[in-house]
C-alpha cells in the first residue's frame, strides 16, 4: 500500500515561513491535499489539489508538489497556526485515501 | 453552507455493535464522494471507509467484514454500521465530504465535529 511520510514536528518563529514536507513514491503524479487540525478540534482542509485555496483559507498558505516531495508551505507564521497538519492522497491502486503521520507544528 | 453532524458515538462493549449516523446539509451526499476517518487518543488520522456518488463502497483492511458504510438520500445522512467492535476501534469518528474533481469542478473537502465511539467492556 501505498505510503506518505511526514517529519513529526517543525518549529518556526513567528512572521517566519514554515515548510512541511510530505514524502511519497512519486507523489508528483497524485494530487495532494493538506489538512489542519489544532487541539480539540475537527481537521480543516487549508490546501487541496496540491495548490487550490479552501474558501476562507488565507493566502499565506501555500502548496507545492513535484518528484517524490510534496510541501505545504506557510508564510508570516502567526501563532494561530499552531497545529497539526497531515497531507492525504487518493490510492488508486487500493482504491484508499491514505493519509501521513501528520506534523506538528511549533510557534516559538 | 456546507455542514456535517455526526451522531451515534459512545461506550459499547468489545464484540457489540453501533451505527453512527452523518446528517449533511448545503450539498446533497448522494453527488459526493464521502468518507469516514477516524483518529484514535493521541495518534493520527485514519481512513475507515468511502462511498462513492454511484454507491460502491471501499473499506480499510482494519475495518473490513466488520463495518458497512450506506447512505439514505431521503435524509441527505450517510451511515457507518460497526459490528464485533474491538479496543482498537475506540476513537473519534469523523464524516467527511471528499475532496474531488467532478466533471471539472473542484469539489472542497469537508469535515464533521466527529464524535467518539469508546470501546470498553
Known amino acids: 500500500s501505498y505510503v506518505l511520510t511526514q517529519p513529526p514536528s517543525v518549529s518556526v518563529a513567528p512572521g517566519q515561513t514554515a515548510r512541511i514536507a510530505c514524502g511519497g513514491n512519486?507523489?508528483?503524479?497524485?494530487?495532494v491535499h493538506w489538512h489542519q487540525q489544532k487541539p480539540g478540534q475537527a481537521p480543516v482542509l487549508v490546501i487541496y489539489f496540491d495548490k487550490k485555496w479552501p474558501s476562507g483559507i488565507p493566502e499565506r498558505f501555500s502548496g507545492s508538489n513535484s518528484g517524490n516531495t510534496a510541501t505545504l508551505t506557510i508564510s508570516r507564521v502567526e501563532a494561530g497556526d499552531e497545529a497539526d497538519y497531515y497531507c492525504q492522497v487518493w490510492d488508486s491502486s487500493s482504491d484508499h485515501w491514505v493519509f501521513g503521520g501528520g506534523t506538528k507544528l511549533t510557534v516559538l | 453552507e456546507v455542514q456535517l453532524v455526526e451522531t451515534g458515538g459512545g461506550l459499547v462493549q468489545p464484540g457489540g455493535s453501533l451505527r453512527l449516523s452523518c446528517a449533511a446539509s448545503?450539498?446533497?451526499?448522494?453527488?459526493?464522494?464521502m468518507s469516514w476517518v477516524r483518529q484514535a487518543p493521541g495518534k493520527g488520522l485514519e481512513w475507515v471507509s468511502v462511498?462513492?456518488?454511484?454507491?460502491?463502497?471501499y473499506y480499510a483492511a482494519s475495518v473490513k467484514g466488520r463495518v458497512t458504510i450506506s447512505r439514505d438520500i431521503s435524509k441527505n445522512t450517510v451511515y457507518l454500521q460497526m459490528d464485533n467492535l474491538r479496543a482498537e476501534d475506540t476513537a473519534v469518528y469523523y464524516c467527511?465530504?471528499?475532496?474531488?474533481?467532478?466533471?471539472?469542478?473542484?469539489?472542497?473537502?469537508?469535515w464533521g465535529q466527529g464524535t467518539l465511539v469508546n470501546v470498553s467492556s
Open positions: 467527511v465530504r471528499d475532496p474531488v474533481l467532478d466533471g471539472g469542478v473542484y469539489i472542497e473537502a469537508h
Open positions: 448545503g450539498f446533497n451526499v448522494i453527488n459526493n464522494y
Open positions: 512519486n507523489i508528483g503524479s497524485r494530487s
Open positions: 462511498i462513492y456518488s454511484g454507491g460502491t463502497t
